[in-house]
Structure formats: structure tokens, C-alpha cells
């Protein structure tokens, strides 16, 4: 089976800047994708690292260790609508298909 | 814009009805899934397809079915429902590059099964 953990819940001061870790176990691993889903709407896709490094967006960068199975989202220059929750996912081969499977989420509050 | 709709956003149904719901998208993706998504459990995968015709089980598909006639269009079927099938339901769907390009979801039906 797989199984990711990540914090449940992070709180954060505007400006500042926050990271968000996941470690995951699986097998067959291709990869690991970031969601970040605002109260009652739908996840949004952020990122994704199949090789070991930081990769950088904007505000978030996104960092993959496949020897520690551990990856983290990066977010800097906070800002008020950064607010939200945010998901890992593992991609993996699973009977030789492709399949994504998420982590419970962490939710993040930015305060002022 | 890509887009993947939901046919409806609140949903609410009697123990032992047979329910559907529909999910389409736009983009002319490949891959469709369903997922539900549960407080303090995340989003967890019921089915997916592949391809037209095409369905594979995910984590947790007892209790659900699925049917994909046209490529644009993945319905998730509750044969009987349930009290504990209550749950948001989230549909998505990507290219073949989902992994790189992530994957697309639709804004969700809240289904409560009373």
C-alpha cells in the first residue's frame, strides 16, 4: 500500500514564510504533485517533481528528496488569500497504471 | 478555459436509491477520475478510466460503479446509497502528461444520504 503524512494544520504571519512538509511510502513512485483547494472550492494544481531538487514558481517553490521520500511546498511573501489547504500527492505505478493518491492536507492560516 | 463540469452541486437522496452523478469536461482529456473527499481524510480515489469504455478500481470503489460511453463524459453510480456514501464527490480529469500538468477538478457535488 501507500501512505503520506503531512501536518494537519499550519499557522502562518502575512509576509512570512512557510513550509509545508510531506513524506510519503510507496512503492512504484513516479512523483510527487501539490493541490491547493480554498474552502469550498476545487484543488487547483500547483506542482509537480519527479526528480530530487527545488523547483520554482512565483511565490512557491516545491522540493522533492526520492532517497528520503520527503518533499516540501515552499511558500514565501505570504499573502492573506494564501490561506487554504494544501494537498500532497504521490504518483505511482499501481497494476501498471498511473494513479495519483493524495494526502489528508494541511490546512494553512495566514494571519495579519 | 479548461473545465470540467459537475452536474450538480448539492445532492440530496434516500437510503437504497440508485444514484448518479455526471461529470464532463472540455478539453478533450484522456484520463477521467472520481475521487470523495472526507474531513481529516483527504480525497480518495474511486475510479478511474483511462479511455473511452475503459474503468479501473481505485482505493475504495465498493459500493460505486462507473460508465464512460464518450470520452467527454464519467458518471459515478451509487448502485444502493448509503448513509456513510454522504461526502463531497470530486471529479477530474488530464492528458496523458497529467502527472507533469496536474489534474483538472470539477467544483464538486456535496451529496448527503439520508
Known amino acids: 500500500g501507500q501512505s503520506l503524512e503531512q501536518p494537519s494544520e499550519v499557522t502562518a504571519v502575512e509576509g512570512a514564510i512557510v513550509q509545508i512538509n510531506c513524506t510519503y511510502q510507496t512503492s512504484g513512485f513516479y512523483g510527487l504533485s501539490w493541490y491547493q483547494q480554498h474552502d469550498g472550492g476545487a484543488p487547483t494544481f500547483l506542482s509537480y517533481n519527479a526528480l530530487d531538487g527545488l523547483e520554482e514558481t512565483g511565490r512557491f517553490s516545491s522540493f522533492l528528496s526520492r532517497s528520503d521520500s520527503y518533499g516540501y511546498l515552499l511558500l514565501q511573501e505570504l499573502q492573506m488569500k494564501d490561506s487554504a489547504s494544501y494537498f500532497c500527492?504521490?504518483?505511482?505505478?499501481?497494476?501498471?497504471?498511473?494513479?495519483?493518491?493524495f494526502g489528508t492536507g494541511t490546512k494553512l492560516q495566514v494571519i495579519p | 478555459d479548461v473545465k470540467v463540469t459537475q452536474s450538480s452541486r448539492y445532492l440530496v437522496k434516500r437510503t437504497g436509491e440508485k444514484v448518479f452523478l455526471e461529470c464532463v469536461q472540455d478539453?478533450?482529456?484522456?484520463?477521467m477520475f472520481w475521487y470523495r473527499q472526507d474531513p481529516g481524510l483527504g480525497l480518495r480515489l474511486i475510479y478511474f478510466s483511462y479511455d473511452v469504455k475503459m474503468k479501473e478500481k481505485g482505493d475504495i470503489p465498493e459500493g460505486y460503479s462507473v460508465s464512460r460511453e464518450k470520452k467527454e463524459r464519467f458518471s459515478l453510480i451509487l448502485e444502493s446509497a448509503s448513509t456513510n456514501q454522504t461526502s463531497m464527490y470530486l471529479c477530474a480529469s488530464s492528458s496523458p502528461q497529467g502527472l507533469i500538468n496536474g489534474y483538472t477538478f470539477g467544483s464538486g457535488t456535496r451529496l448527503t444520504v439520508v
Open positions: 500527492a504521490v504518483a505511482m505505478n499501481s497494476g501498471g497504471y498511473q494513479k495519483v493518491t
Open positions: 478539453m478533450d482529456h484522456e484520463n
